[in-house]
């Protein structure tokens, strides 16, 4: 087996395979051949992380599927920033429950409490999610007009339509197709876009 340069590579405590410390490059065109193989530590001889992206990543989806507060923050978070865009504010996920107006344990009370009264009492949350459950607005996105624009063309969040998007009561954990059927379709229409003072968290 050859040996690594301990400068360039680094070996993952769970994996075992050595990954690069930093991004290989072409030595002529300059391109990324390989990505570096850890994130940042500060606590480390190196400023590295001992367990390399791809375990992270295999941990961190094992522990969302056992923990289905952590897969709803994780969920729920990404669809935010992605709502979001350009508004979202900085440390954003860091502050989620804090923008939601509510905690995700009150989260996971609700969809649980919703699923069972739409499908029994024995049904569990985290049953349905590993089926392949979708979290689902019953008022869709599209309804609301969460992101409004200053003259300068700034995006800026209306908070109290980005509460009412998010609140809880709006929210359901349905089967994937049914979901993808539904898609955005919506009862009435949606408000026009407005231009409120900037509001505070």
């Known amino acids: 087996m050859a040996t690594r340069d301990k400068k360039i590579y680094k070996k993952c405590i769970r994996c075992r395979e050595w990954k690069p410390k930093a991004d290989m490059l072409d030595p002529i065109s300059g391109e990324v051949t390989e990505k570096k193989g850890f994130g940042m530590h500060q606590d480390t001889d190196d400023n590295l992380q001992v367990i390399c992206y791809a375990c992270k990543n295999k941990l961190g989806t094992a522990k969302r599927n056992q923990n289905v507060r952590a897969r709803l923050r994780h969920h ?3 669809r935010c920033l ?6 979202a504010p900085a440390g954003f996920s860091a502050k989620l429950e804090e923008y939601l107006g509510y905690t995700i344990a009150k989260l996971v009370k609700r969809l649980g409490s919703d699923l069972k009264e739409r499908e029994g009492t024995s049904r569990k949350l985290v049953d349905a999610l590993n089926e392949g459950y979708h ?31 998010w609140a809880p009561e709006n929210l359901r954990a349905i089967p994937a197709l049914e979901n993808l059927q539904k898609g955005a379709k919506i009862e009435t229409e949606p408000e026009p876009p407005q231009e409120p003072p900037r509001e505070g968290v």
């Open 76 to 78: 729920t978070g990404t």
């Open 82 to 87: 992605t709502q979001l865009g350009e508004a």
């Open 135 to 165: 979290i689902d607005h019953i008022h869709p996105l599209s309804k609301f007009n969460v992101i409004w624009y200053d003259r300068g063309g700034t995006p800026h969040v209306h908070w109290d339509k980005f509460r009412e998007c």
